[in-house]
């Protein structure tokens, strides 16, 4: 009897006993608040490790682009100097045509402007002819298998490559219900565009034809490119002094034409796109130099 405890400190004691598991679970929310919080600053600080990487990374590209226009300014400058030096063995030039070069490279040894110039035509050149690519690829991609056209920029023109089996019937010059479509497209671009021309290769692989109407591979990869160019004229409407015809017939070849894979991707059309040469004589004008 004398080791029991009273009922008052009993009590005493079970209200202790609810107050601290009362701290207790307060604890356990204030622990789970902190974990939470712990959580936000570990995504905070790793969503600013990856800013921090990118900005890295952008940082080093635009290093690496300064560091290419600078290679390129060097470039034009030792072709500068070339000329320079081998102006004098011209002899095919007519006389008034080496007296404006010979202008003009005065120019360029005095002044460093025009190879800006040059460089900004260059740059600007560049521009257009990768968005006159975005907009040829977003207007022929609609309903087109990738194999059967393909868009791509080499230096300063845009060309289109349109595989034959798209464009024309076997092994004619006759074009398909889906060409027109096609060219439709294409002419409508080429619209938009006045300060370009339009040539137009025709290629062929080499298997030999002879028949009523083509006379040899060259003949048919050249009536294949006057195909598309008339319908260019007639069903579309783009100006005749802007298009070009040529057939390259089974020469200049992509792939070999041992397999019928390699033949396949021979027979083409090719569409180019460039810019009209009297824009490039313009550049050798003395008269374009700043001042």
């Known amino acids: 009897m004398a080791s029991c405890v009273s009922k008052k400190k009993f009590v005493n004691l079970q209200s202790e006993l609810a107050i601290a598991n009362k701290q207790l679970g307060e604890c356990g929310v204030s622990l789970n608040d902190y974990i939470n919080r712990l959580g936000v600053c570990e995504e905070e600080k790793n969503r600013l490790r990856a800013e921090l990487q990118t900005a890295r990374t952008t940082a080093q590209l635009r290093d690496e682009q300064l560091n290419d226009l600078k290679a390129q300014l060097e470039d034009v400058k030792a072709q500068r100097d070339k000329q320079l030096s081998q102006v004098e063995g011209l002899t095919t030039l007519s006389q008034s045509a080496t007296a404006n070069i010979r202008e003009t490279l005065a120019q360029l040894e005095k002044k460093d402007k025009y190879i800006h110039l040059l460089q900004l035509a260059k740059t600007r050149a560049d521009s ?101 160019v008339r319908v260019l004229q007639n069903n579309f409407n783009v100006n005749p002094n802007r298009l070009i015809a040529a057939g390259r017939g089974e020469y200049n070849t992509l792939a070999s034409n041992a397999t019928a894979e390699g033949r396949a991707t021979n027979r083409r059309t090719r569409i180019i796109i460039l810019p009209k040469l009297d824009q490039f004589y313009d550049l050798l004008n003395p008269g374009n130099v700043p001042k």
């Open 128 to 228: 257009i002819n990768l968005a006159l690519a975005v907009n040829l690829k977003s207007v022929l991609s609609e309903g087109l298998d990738d194999k059967d056209i393909e868009v791509k920029v080499d230096k300063t023109v845009v060309f289109v490559n349109l595989s034959d089996k798209m464009l024309f019937q076997s092994g004619s010059a006759n074009l398909t219900p889906r060409a027109q479509e096609v060219l439709g497209k294409i002419a409508q671009i080429v619209e938009s565009r006045p300060e370009v021309e339009v040539m137009v290769e025709g290629y062929t692989d080499n298997v030999p034809i002879k028949n009523n109407c083509m006379e040899d591979n060259w003949d048919l990869s050249v009536k294949r490119a006057t195909s598309v």
